[in-house]
């Protein structure tokens, strides 16, 4: 583990009076895989909304590699290497699996209007250098062939790979992946396990998780994060986590 | 594999195959084969085109529901009609002029309009649309310049067929050509998903923005051809119901469907015409072809695919060959 990519600083945020987080602090190393856990509505997915810049925290302060961005926007996160994918998949179901992963290129490419009419050299050399990203990206989770595919076409498995693949498309330092094993049976989960420790290893970047499955979440990550009633409880290795009194009492026994 | 040159010969067809047409229709309309009144309806089938094909940018790519194009449309047709009107300068110089600064007018008007839909979505912004195309209505109708309510009489007959084939060709031409860039991929997956969208980096303001003022703009340019076509502008035509006519070409012709749009445009100009001989009957038989079409082929004439004609001759080779093998 490197030194911390991310930091969370006395993060808070309030609706109308409800305090949905309060004083949240833990840290994501570079490349490092963090689990969210929690019970329904201890607001991992708050949590979520507020590192991809959805929601403005009321306090404190999310900081990528020095910077702060919390409170900046959805564009500007993504533009500062923080991607995401959704609880209820979000894929762009008319567009071709290759256009879903070239959308989250686009603000890697540079050509203006002007030139997308006229179809300069530029223009051509964007398009072909997006192709060849695109693909290659797709090869890694085995959906080349499916690329002029509709992505409504793909099977709920697949479905779930593409989403990855697109929020990948944008080169994250980050990726926060949103309940990933939701819906999957057994061999898809272990499948999808593989496949986010590959991806850590291919791309060099930190992962972080929300996630019910907990063998998946005790398998795959190297620390986990515990949320609940809006307050970290626990954070350590999974064993730690495991081991923990107010857990036990807050998620596994309750 | 050359992506390029495909691309290139691909569109060299396309012209080839335009220019066909074109020649075509101008010779039969010159030889008078094609009678004065379907000369006429020629005209009006090219405007509708560029009317369904830029109303389809906003609510077939972008899928946010237009009710009132037909607004963007009088704006582009008043401003031409009153910019050739008082200015003394030769047609072929002023009526091009006419056109650009009706399109920019209305397009302006579509920026407009375009900055409530970053805020509401779906219904919400389909009655902003629909109320912006009644007050621009009442406006004219209320204001001097523009005649007011008795109309705008002396407009110089500067629509010919060549006008209509080209300005349409080239704006159809311009949309279809953005929808396959990034900026196109942009607004289409602003429609398929705007949270998704915007997490992978998609700016919405601006491209729902820029649809809004490509969409209003060839809408104006439309309507500079309509004013110059029919010489006479009455505020009372630019009303709800040529929004919705206008809207019922995009969705026949395959919402998002570019192809599917101008095809439509064509059927539904024609289809009235055609049906001249029933009189009483007609409107109730085109209103039937309508409704049976909605329940026959409910994606439209095209869905949200593109006719192409080089993917169309490839098939009829295909097709060729494998009867000659057959033989």
């Known amino acids: 583990m490197g ?36 019970p329904n ?39 500062h290497g923080i991607s995401r994918t959704f609880q209820n998949i979000r894929l762009f179901r008319d567009m071709t699996v290759l256009d879903n992963v070239k959308v989250a290129m686009h603000h890697k490419m540079h050509y203006n209007l002007l030139e997308s009419l006229i179809k300069t050299r530029r223009y051509w050399a964007e398009e072909e250098q997006a192709d060849r990203e695109a693909l290659e990206l797709l090869e890694v989770f085995g959906l080349r062939e499916k690329a002029d595919m509709p992505a409504s076409g793909l099977s709920y498995g697949q479905q779930r790979k593409l989403e990855i693949a697109r929020a990948l498309a944008a080169s994250p330092k980050l990726l926060l992946l949103d309940e990933p094993a939701a819906g999957m049976n057994n061999t898809e989960t272990r499948d999808l396990m593989e496949t986010i420790a590959f991806i850590r290893q291919k791309f060099g970047i930190a992962i972080l998780l929300i996630e019910h499955d907990m063998p998946l979440v005790m398998g795959v990550c190297e620390r986990i994060v515990v949320l609940d009633y809006g307050r970290v409880i626990a954070n350590g290795t999974p064993d730690e986590v495991r081991a923990d009194p107010r857990v036990i009492g807050a998620y596994l026994g309750g | ?22 020649a075509v229709l101008y010779v039969l309309m010159l ?40 607004g963007f449309m009088s704006i582009g047709a008043y401003t031409a009609a009153l910019f050739t009107l008082h200015m003394d300068l030769p047609g072929l110089v002023e009526f091009p002029l006419a056109l650009l600064l009706g399109g920019a007018l209305a397009a302006v008007f579509g920026v407009i309009i375009g900055i409530p839909a970053l805020r509401l979505r779906g219904d919400y912004l389909a009655i902003v649309t629909l109320g912006f195309g009644e007050i621009i209505r009442v406006i004219i109708q209320n204001m001097s310049i523009t005649g007011g309510g008795r109309g705008l009489y002396g407009i110089e007959e500067y629509t010919t067929f060549p006008w209509v084939f080209w300005t349409s060709a080239f704006g159809i031409t311009i949309m279809y050509a953005l929808i396959f860039t990034r900026h196109g991929r942009a607004i289409l997956s602003l429609r398929e998903n705007e949270i998704a969208a915007e997490a992978a980096g998609i700016p919405a303001t601006r491209y729902k923005v820029l649809a809004f003022a490509v969409s209003s703009f060839f ?109």
Not at chain 2, 3 to 18: C, D, V
Not at chain 2, 34 to 41: D, N, T
Not at chain 2, 262 to 271: D, E, K, P, R, S
């Open chain 2, 1 to 22: 594999m050359d992506k390029a040159k495909m691309l290139q010969i691909s569109h060299r067809r396309n012209l080839l195959a335009l220019a066909a047409v074109f």
């Open chain 2, 219 to 327: 809408a104006g340019v439309a309507g500079g051809l309509y004013a110059h076509y029919i010489t006479v502008l009455d505020p009372g035509t630019f009303g709800f119901n040529m929004s919705i006519e206008i809207l019922v070409m995009v969705v026949l012709g395959g919402m998002g469907s570019f192809t599917g749009a101008t095809l439509a445009a064509v059927v539904l100009t024609l289809l009235p015409e055609l049906l001249r001989s029933m009189s009483d009957y007609r409107m109730l038989l085109y209103s039937i072809a309508l409704v049976l079409m909605m329940i026959l082929r409910p994606q439209g004439l095209l869905g949200k695919k593109e006719f192409s004609l080089t993917r169309a001759w490839e098939q009829l080779r295909k097709k060729a060959e494998t009867k000659g093998g057959n033989a």
């Open chain 2, 31 to 70: 030889t008078r084969s094609i009678s004065v009144q379907y000369q006429g309806v020629i005209i009006l089938i090219g405007i509708n085109v560029l009317l369904a094909t830029s109303l389809n940018l906003t609510t077939g790519a972008l899928g946010e529901l237009v009710l009132g194009h037909a």
């Open chain 1, 3 to 38: 030194q911390a990519l991310l930091k969370v600083e006395h993060l808070g945020i309030s609706f109308k009076g409800l305090r949905a987080l309060d004083d949240v602090n833990f840290e994501i190393p570079t490349s490092g895989i963090i689990g969210l856990i929690g």
């Open chain 1, 41 to 79: 509505g201890a607001g991992k997915t708050t949590l979520f909304n507020l590192l991809t810049g959805v929601y403005t925290p009321t306090d404190g302060a999310v900081i990528l590699d020095g910077e702060v961005i919390s409170g900046k926007g959805m564009g500007y996160t993504v533009l």
